[in-house]
Structures are given as structure tokens and as C-alpha cells.
């Protein structure tokens, strides 16, 4: 089964530039790359997805390269309320039976 | 429009009592997904439901099942719950299987 690996927690400082590297081996060749966010008592939120090169948005860019067994997610300027926990998902196909495969997540602390 | 709605929000329950949970998708989604989340195991894939029908299962006992309904509205069953049952059960909705998904804030099922 695909794995997907990511750091248990980062700390950063607000105004800094947050990059976290997700790796998964096996990807599916039509599977995307989805990074989630998740606070406290409540269900994850979906911030980009991607399927190879570079990918923006209004809050994040999600690099991707050539093989893609990993992706990067990148955090412009953080402030203190992107303290949570960050999640990678990558679908996985094991035979006919496509298992959602996420990483434990990256425990990501903002500080003044 | 009104986001993914889990009923209810906690829930209480002795070892071997069954339980069932409720998720309400956004409207228009057809794709509906359940998962555990443990703190130690983290997001943990249970199955996914697209028009009625299960299309996805992830690696769990036959005690976890699902349904759906032709208005989308999707309901998980447990039977004869163990301690380890306890955890936050996640519902979300896409409008298909490789997109975004939108999470409820979850139920929490504790088992005593």
C-alpha cells in the first residue's frame, strides 16, 4: 500500500513563508495531490489540489515535481490563525478497490 | 448554500451497542466518503458512496457499514461497539470522486 509521509509538526513565526513536503510512493497515474487544514473540533478544509508542476491560489501554491512521489505545500506569510494541522491526501488504486490513503498530518504552530 | 451537516454531534455508548450516524451532503453532491479520525491513527478511510452505491472500502471490519439514499443523505451503522470505536466520525461530500471534499465537523462517539 502507498504511504504518505509528512513531518509530525513544524513552528514558524508570523510574516514567514511555511513549506511542507508531503512524500507518497505509488501514486496513481490519474490520482491528484489534495492538502487539507484542520482546527480543533472541527472537519478539514480543503486548500489546493494539484497534479503536477505548480498550482495557486488566493491562500497557498502546491509544488509538484516530474515523478510525483512527493508535493510541496507552501504557505505565504503566515499568520497566527494558520496555526493547525495539515493534511496531504493521495488516492491510491489497489485493484478495483480505490483506498483514499492520508498522511498523519503537520501540526503547524504560528508564533508572534 | 448550507455546508455538510453530521447528526448528531456526540454521542455516547456501552461495548457492545450499535449506533448510527447521519450525514447530510451538500446539495448537488452525489459522492459521499466516511472516515475515522483517532489521535493516534489520524484521518482513516471507512468507505465512500456515490449515487446509492458503495464504491470505495477502506480496511475495516464488517461490524462498520453504510448507506445511501437517493437524496444523497448517507447513514453509518456500527454494530457491537468496542472501546477502540471511539473517535471523531467524519463525513464528507464531493460532487465526484476525484474532487475537493467538504467535510462536516464530525461526530464523537465515545464508548465506555
Known amino acids: 500500500l502507498a504511504k504518505t509521509t509528512q513531518p509530525i509538526s513544524m513552528d514558524s513565526y508570523e510574516g514567514q513563508e511555511v513549506n511542507i513536503t508531503c512524500s507518497h510512493n505509488?501514486?496513481?497515474?490519474?490520482?491528484?495531490i489534495t492538502w487539507y487544514q484542520q482546527f480543533p473540533s472541527q472537519g478539514p478544509r480543503f486548500i489546493i489540489q494539484?497534479?503536477?508542476?505548480?498550482v495557486t491560489n488566493e491562500v497557498a501554491s502546491l509544488f509538484i515535481p516530474a515523478d510525483r512521489k512527493s508535493s510541496t505545500l507552501s504557505l505565504p506569510r503566515v499568520s497566527l490563525s494558520d496555526t493547525a494541522v495539515y493534511y496531504c491526501l493521495v488516492g491510491e488504486n489497489a485493484g478495483n478497490n480505490r483506498k483514499l490513503i492520508w498522511g498523519l498530518g503537520t501540526s503547524l504552530a504560528v508564533n508572534p | 448554500k448550507a455546508g455538510v451537516t453530521q447528526t448528531p454531534r456526540y454521542l455516547i455508548k456501552t461495548r457492545g451497542q450499535q449506533v448510527t450516524l447521519s450525514c447530510s451532503p451538500i446539495s448537488g453532491h452525489r459522492s459521499v466518503s466516511w472516515y475515522q479520525q483517532t489521535p493516534g491513527q489520524g484521518l482513516q478511510f471507512l468507505f465512500e458512496?456515490?449515487?446509492?452505491?458503495?464504491?470505495n472500502k477502506g480496511n475495516f471490519p464488517g461490524r462498520f457499514s453504510g448507506r445511501q439514499f437517493s437524496n444523497s443523505r448517507s447513514e453509518m451503522n456500527v454494530s457491537t461497539l468496542e472501546l477502540g470505536d471511539s473517535a471523531l466520525y467524519l463525513c464528507?461530500?464531493?460532487?465526484?470522486?476525484?474532487?475537493?471534499?467538504?467535510f462536516g465537523d464530525g461526530t464523537r462517539l465515545s464508548i465506555l
Open positions: 505509488n501514486i496513481a497515474t490519474n490520482d491528484y
Open positions: 458512496y456515490f449515487s446509492e452505491t458503495q464504491r
Open positions: 464528507a461530500s464531493s460532487l465526484f470522486s476525484n474532487q475537493p471534499q467538504h
Open positions: 494539484g497534479y503536477k508542476t505548480k
